[in-house]
């Protein structure tokens, strides 16, 4: 899916001259609710002076920076942040996908400037770290004119730039190579301020990185526009065993967000035999057959990626695009072996755990290759030290990470974290897109991602 409008734009401008400004990033009302939990956290004193330089080189310094700062909490974030995030990341899988940055995170903090405040001419990026790639400033105040002040001044090529600090502005620039300051304002300037960073390169990999940018970026993102998505393509989401379509609304938000037509399935798993499970994936998929033959995508969570082989196996899908699965139980889990030998655990499990086992008449022992184009994430963090030491090998609590895989699957990452709540990380949101998108996840920022060799056949198109 490439980069279409206003992304485009932003694409162009960041490669070719290393800034860009997006006059209405964010919904008035979003912006209303930023500045409403930033002035209370301001009148509550909860914001602090902030510094210039770091470790034993930082110090408050304030006739060269002026303002105070409350360091936002990214895994704590309240509603207000919240409708914030998700366009953030967003940003970050496009800057991704059409300049290779590498950017895996958002780091960020509320600002405010007092009147008369201000901060010297700087750039943003330390002289010994290179994580922070690219700044961005989300400006909240409301009813902001010129006389007022505050304006934002990059300097570049001999001449500045002065943006005015407007309510739902947002700019990006290259932390590395933009230099700005802040000039003083009349009354209380609030913001939402950040960089998006990528894990720490080497010197010589670093200038690599940017000679790349130079040089491919801007034709890349000249021809990103060309590229514009379908608007009938539809991913369906299965979830996991006991669980519910809420357990993926998450992802299904974020797939939704960035132009998906998403299809969340709430199915029996658990209490029904994999074939009837088969046929209300039959009945769903009667239901939209008014959309065509358009590309229909799945991403499936655990038990969900087992009940996907199964249908795929037993049904022609001639439309089918590309598959994601979150921890499959690919070839069993030696917690259902064991829940078999447990006569009082056996029964309150159920029958299909049961079907789950290592063994060869185990359901997963059922099922060949897959022949179409899979990606499959698997986690090596664990909430059950107990179930951990049962399970060979590195696991998420419930499948080992070599027992997801699975013969014919185009590509394979490990992540840090658990089965249960894999789908609701970020990175794992952003890794599915990049699949969906690309055919291949991002094994240049993923922590403890693998490509998988030997096993892997070239995926198809169904």
Known sequence: MAATGPCATLVTDLASQGWTVLPDFLRTDAVAALRDEAENLWAAGRFREAGVGRAAGYAVREDLRGD???WLDGDGAPQA??????????????????????????????????PGARYEAHRDRFGTSDERAIS?????????????????????AGRHLDIQPRGGTLV????????????????PRFSLTGWLRRRPLRPALLSCLLAVLLLAGAPRAARAAERPMSPQETVVLLHGLSRTPRSMRRLETALARSGYRVVSVNYPAGRKPIGAIADVLDARRADRRGAGRARVDFVT??????????????????????????????AGSELADLLRRIPVVRDVAGPVRLTLGTGPGSLPACLGPVHFELGIIAGNRSLNP??????????DGMVSVE???????????????????IMRSREVIAQTETFLQTGRF?????????????????????
């Open 81 to 114: 942040q919240g409708r914030f995030r998700p366009e953030i990341e967003r940003l970050r899988l496009d800057l991704n996908r059409e300049l290779f940055l590498g950017l895996v995170s958002f780091e960020g903090h509320y600002a405010v400037y007092p």
């Open 442 to 462: 991002d094994h240049a920022w993923s922590p403890g991602g693998v490509r998988p060799t030997g096993d892997i056949q070239g995926g198809r198109r169904g």
């Open 136 to 156: 961005c400033t989300l400006y909240l105040n409301s009813g902001w004119t010129a006389r007022h002040g505050g304006e934002l001044r990059l300097h570049a």
């Open 301 to 330: 969570h655990s038990y969900g990626g087992i009940v996907l082989r199964y249908y795929l196996e037993t049904r022609p899908f001639p439309n089918l695009g590309r598959v994601v699965m979150l921890c499959p139980p690919s």
């Open 403 to 421: 027992r997801a895989k699975v013969p014919g699957m185009s590509d394979f990452l490990v992540v840090p974290r658990t089965h249960t709540f």
């Open 386 to 395: 107990l179930f951990s030491w049962i399970i060979p090998g590195p696991d």
């Open 172 to 187: 990006l620039f290259r932390s590395d190579t933009v230099l700005h300051e802040v000039l003083p304002a009349t009354r």
């Open 68 to 70: 105070r700062i409350f």
